[in-house]
């Protein structure tokens, strides 16, 4: 399968749909994995954070979420197809899952947020099967997996914010009877309504981080590492991208 790589970080180069197949296709054929799904602040912070950058780099999948990964696959002269947003993937994946036997448990967001959005999910994805949901405030992984086990989940969608989500799945996909893991981050606080997606033409024109950004306007911290990753990308394609 086709990567690219951006700052040390090599993303597959998929549409949704086949990002979709893929899944499924592991699925069916009983393979154990995970799939994350950075944008430019999560690559940013690969750069100095040796441990996430390898998680990532043993994912099965790697998806763009983001503009900003985007832009940077141009810098690169390596533009990634399409960016493939964690939630777009999370609500593709329910919709295929719901045709089939395979169940999914929501790990994260604050309390009853995750029942929440398994209710919103279910009144979506008619005939999808949450067997599980757990808050992602939880002192003991183990707590987390024996949930999970215990709901005989097939996926998981792991929501508790990157890095801890990313090392959540590391220390513990091999304790798990699941068979896919995947992060995405605050995609249960979207499921459930308690924070809303910028519109339709915001995201079309690239400027979902800005609509973000007027509603929560304490993100501008970690929003200011777009400009400076970009920077960063500008001299590592420079350096013929060899990070
Ligand atoms: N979260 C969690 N446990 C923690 C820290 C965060 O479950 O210990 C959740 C938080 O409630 C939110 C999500 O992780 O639902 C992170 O959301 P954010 O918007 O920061 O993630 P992004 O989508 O930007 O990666």
């Not at 790697?62 to 990634?80: E, F, M, N, R």
């Not at 947020?113 to 008619?126: F, V």
């Not at 809303?196 to 306007?217: N, S």
Request: hydrophobic residues 40%; aromatic residues 8%; positive net charge.
């Amino acid at each position: 399968m086709e990567k690219v790589r951006i700052v040390g970080v090599d993303f597959n180069n998929i549409s949704l749909e086949d990002a979709i197949h893929y899944s499924m296709d592991m699925l069916y054929k009983g393979e154990k994995g995970f799939i994350v799904t950075p944008n430019s602040e999560i690559v940013y912070e690969c750069i100095k954070n040796k441990e996430l950058c390898d998680i990532i780099g043993q994912a099965s999948l790697v998806l763009p979420d983001g503009i900003g990964i985007i832009y940077a696959s141009k810098i690169y002269k390596t533009p990634i197809k399409s960016k493939v947003a964690g939630i777009d993937f999370a609500s593709k994946l329910c919709e295929n899952l719901k045709c089939t036997h395979f169940s999914l448990f929501l790990l994260g967001a604050k309390p009853g947020i995750a029942e929440k959005a398994a209710d919103s999910l279910k009144k979506q994805h008619s005939g999808l099967n949450i067997c599980g949901c757990k808050d992602g405030y939880f002192f003991n992984d183990e707590d987390a997996v024996t949930a999970i086990n215990q709901s005989g989940a097939d996926v998981v969608f792991v929501c508790l914010g990157a890095p801890k989500q990313e090392i959540f799945i590391k220390n513990n996909l091999s304790k798990m009877s699941a068979k896919l893991l995947i992060g995405l981050g605050g995609s249960l606080d979207v499921f459930a309504g308690e924070v809303r997606r910028a519109p339709e033409l915001f995201i079309r024109l690239g400027l979902e981080w800005f609509y973000r950004l007027i509603k929560e306007p304490k993100r501008i911290g970690r929003m200011m590492r777009l400009p400076l990753f970009l920077i960063t990308v500008a001299k590592d394609s420079l350096k013929g991208g060899k990070s």
